[in-house]
T-cell receptor, first 114, second 113 residues
């Protein structure tokens, strides 16, 4: 069964902390994505990557960075966590250039910044 | 700005009834996808319909696409309590050689046993 695994289901961090959210996929997918999901706002794209060591900004990259050193792993980094980054974070992957392929999502990480 | 917008925002039906959710979008697309999300979990891909297709079926799911009206509908027949979830449409476009998938805010479906 193909999988996207996010390292934590729930996370509580303090304001100003550096936070790492890890995502690993076992499907050999080229594309990986980080979204955040907030009530009433749907899913908003933070960063994505089409290949190893490649990254592109999404719609809301401010306050975030990413790392993709290996094909299967895509990390989201909150350089200095703030309370407005409290959210559900979803990682996804897809095959090829995304043409006519759906996304496989992880179970999500609910991050609370206090 | 959101590309896909679902309607209604919330829907409550009895088990056994059909549930219909709609999605409207603004620009030309390459494909449209529907996803399900159970409370507090990740999204699960249900079905993808290409821009040159008009209808697609998968089990109890039926998706239609009307590109002239820029709209799609998801029909769940003979609904079950286990269908209770949020349903999202996502539109895929390919601006400038890349691709972009934009998700709507979702329809919350509640199926009463």
């Amino acid at each position: 069964d193909v999988k996207v695994t996010q390292s934590s289901r729930y996370l509580v961090k303090r304001t100003g902390e550096k936070v790492f959210l890890e995502c690993v996929q076992d499907m050999d997918h080229e594309n990986m994505f980080w979204y955040r999901q907030d009530p009433g706002l749907g899913l908003r794209l933070i960063y994505f990557s089409y290949d190893v060591k490649m990254k592109e900004k999404g719609d809301i990259p401010e306050g975030y960075s990413v790392s993709r050193e290996k094909k299967e792993r895509f990390s989201l980094i909150l350089e200095s966590a703030s309370t407005n980054q409290t959210s559900m974070y979803l990682c996804a992957s897809s095959s090829g250039q995304g043409r006519d392929y759906g996304y496989t999502f992880g179970s999500g990480t609910r991050l609370t910044v206090v | 700005s959101q590309q896909g917008e679902e309607d209604p925002q919330a829907l409550s039906i009895q088990e056994g009834e059909n549930a219909t959710m709609n999605c409207s979008y603004k620009t030309s697309i390459n494909n449209l996808q529907w996803y399900r999300q159970n409370s507090g979990r990740g999204l699960v891909h249900l079905i993808l319909i290409r821009s040159n297709e008009r209808e697609k079926h998968s089990g109890r799911l039926r998706v239609t696409l009307d590109t002239s009206k820029k709209s799609s509908s998801l029909l769940i027949t003979a609904s079950r309590a286990a269908d209770t979830a949020s349903y999202f449409c996502a539109t895929a476009t390919y601006p400038g050689g890349g691709f972009k998938t934009i998700f709507g805010a979702g329809t919350r479906l509640f199926v009463k046993a």
